[in-house]
DNA sequence: AGGTGGGTTCCGCTCAGTGGGAGGATCGGG
DNA sequence: CCCGATCCTCCCACTGAGCGGAACCCACCT
């Protein structure tokens, strides 16, 4: 991985790549300008070639600036990304969905994040920051707590080390954390208040698979109050935890392994 | 836009998306060969850039087998594919989902063709063929042929210049079907008896918005049979119809259809 | 007017990209 | 066991595609 793109040395691969991966969920649309900086590319080559990709589909322009092109859209819908438990869970979601009328959260772990996979929210009736695609700290949401129990002990440390304060209820102190890991494990299920967004609180189970039950991802809910009613999400919850578990093909596939085609003209 | 990759002539760039365009639903991954024979590039130009690819995340590789990776879904859930529609209709067809049970379709037009926004399918009780990011044809379909109904005069002349046969009951004299696009226009649904895959139904019904009543997209279900409950189906369709025109914010932030003449695939 | 901050265009130098071809790995059939 | 087929990897000398500083344009300020 070369340094700074600016400099010869670099290939236009990645500097490609640069312009497009300048595009995040707080920057959908970018001026040129904008987009020549966050790419690290001098204005005259982020012209050039940004134009050259409208051409070819990987950018839009819309007035005077630019978006992340159609093409792209389909492309990544091609991605292997869990499509497997993704097609699996849509069900399951439903029905969580339809029993609880609450947020409705699939997630697995990327690194030190939680990555949303999925998500069914009825009309906002809590303020939810999270977004298919999005990755969210581990520690201050359900499904993250829920992954981060059954992460490998480096992860743990390493998230466990640098306890970013989010909320004012967001937890900071490892030694409290810990001990709610522990409870997860214990408990079978992870909870947050306000931990994430003020007014939101969350619950998650671990989806299992296979004969020695992986947690493969998680489960989660989001709603307004927690102090009514957590049981019965919860069992909602385990039931629809259980039953992704059990419909997942015997494989234990590569992580996000699919029917893989077969290839040729 | 240049013809033969291969060539001197054409840019990285280029060869860099046609490596991604390589891949479609029915080849979600391929070897290099293949990869190189469906780019149009020679074996060791697509090996070097498929490996520089893969490097940068645009590609990944599973064994022998290349898929398109994981940055590349990242940045397609940025690309503004009727992100507003989408987020806007998302309850309603979950509502939809529930009173019916149906598979729940939300598709606009791209060019002659059908792209599915959005898809809620139970249980498959019945085989349907599209996919979200997917594209099918415009006369086969109930939102295809509902967005067909509404479409430009130059569009809807083309595409019944030229109906191919998908099953035995599909509509490819032009005049059968310029008589159901009036009826369309009249009573306001589709319909479809095993005109896309043999053993499937639909209904549609337009997605108005605006005070001009522009058709902005096609809401639709696919029910093994119609002879019972249609008018139920469709009184659900036009609520849930009119609630998503209804909700969606004033100014259209993206033009509903492209052009015809495009074509970035 | 002059200034500022965006976007666009030009063009000659040069180095990144190219791809034929050699060589390796793997398979399976004779 | 060899041999051919198929697929992947690597090398390297040639060259034209890409680069980006600089000049320019334009809209909108003061």
Redesign the pocket.
Known sequence: MAGN???????????VFALLAAFDAEHRAL??????ERAG????????????LVGLGGLE?RA??YVVGRLVWDLGLLAPVQVELRQVAAPFLHDLYAATHATVHLAERAGAEVLYLDRLSGRATVPVVSRVGGRLPLHTTGVGKVLLAHAPDDVQRAVLADLARVTPYTITQPGRLREQLRRVHREGFAQTVEEMSPGACSVAVPVRHGPDGQVVAALGLVVPDLRRGRARLIAALQVAAAGIGRSLPAEPSSPGGLPLSE??R
């Open positions: 793109l600016s400099t010869p040395g670099a290939s236009v691969a990645s500097r001026s040129l300008t904008a987009l020549a590319l001098p204005l005259a080559t982020a012209h050039r070639l940004a134009g050259e322009r005077d600036r290839s040729s």
